[in-house]
């Protein structure tokens, strides 16, 4: 007996199938088919994206930094990039300052400006060795800063100062243009000073100039001709008179270009000078430039600093014996004394014979000897 199976339709309802995930109405163009991703494959493809996003992120970054390492690496060369260093770690041996050492009369007012409202202008320094820095430009500011932690002792706020740093490399005749440079512009400096630097300058074994007279060109290119005169005038100056003068900031142009007038050649008057100048202790910039201006002729006789040399002694008086004898030209005077004999009278003895008159002499002193 053979079973028969029995087959049952259903009917399904006849409506048109919606792609999966897509809103109901929304047709897909012809052939193309979506299909559902599972989780796994969603947390693949994102986690994918997100480490090319960070890539493309890091790559840059890299570039970024590289470009600032490099531009960093350009300006700390110019010496545009600013650090805080401490006092301590600052030389000052490299150059020759073209101020002099000793008190300064603005130094207060730069004091008070750093208390007020800080430094604005950084010094500049190269790096030297073993981590310490040389500096170039700014001794003032250093040395009020200086000053200022030894009157507070804040070494916070003035233990370290703004430094410009810039490698080893410039020529140290350039590093000397600079400062000077700097200086003629910011602040005068006078000419005693100028003229002290290019001397200085021109005695240093590491420069390429060994006349002070081509110093003061080297030096001073941006001055004018007739400034870089004058100058050369105070060199002359200062090498005659060398270490006698204290205060060469304060003698004016005037005074020195007339005072070495004076002076230039005159070895007696450049003796006294140096007399006048020898003594040192208690001297103040009044005193000296009041012996200047009498040496220029500038001014009234000063008096003598120090005790005077002894006047050499009087020659002793010499005796001697004076007459007249009326005579019928006129009275003739006679003095005699040791190794002389002299007659005065109105007369013309040189309108006589010559040989009379060699006899009348003869006859008289024949006559004094008996």
Known sequence: MSKK????DIDMPDVDMEPIGQPVGETFPAGKVTTRRGPMASAISENAESLKVREETEVAIRAENDALAHEHVRLKKLGLVVELIELDMIDTNKLIRDRKAGFDAELDELKSSIIDIGLSN?????????????????????SAFRALLKDTGDVERYGKIPAATSEQGRGLDMLYRQMVDENLIRKDISFGEMA?????????????????AKAVATLFTSASYQKRSYIRNFVSLLEILGDDLLYVENIPRSLGLALLKEIEGKDFLIAGLKAELKPRLGRKPDREMAILRQYAGQGEKVEQSTPTAPKP???????????????????????????????????????????????AVAKLLDELDR
């Open 5 to 8: 199976r029995r087959i049952f």
């Open 122 to 142: 950084p010094i500049q320094v190269e790096i030297g060795e073993g981590g310490r820095f040389e500096l170039v430009q700014g001794f003032r500011r250093l």
């Open 196 to 212: 002290a630097l290019a001397i200085h300058y021109a005695k240093d074994p590491a420069t390429t100039v060994s006349d002070p």
């Open 313 to 359: 002694a009087e020659k002793p008086r010499v005796a001697k014996t004076t007459f007249q004898l009326a005579r019928p030209d006129g009275a003739a005077k006679c003095t005699a004394a040791s190794g002389r004999l002299e007659i005065r009278m109105p007369r013309d003895f040189s309108a006589m014979d010559r040989l009379k008159l060699e006899a």
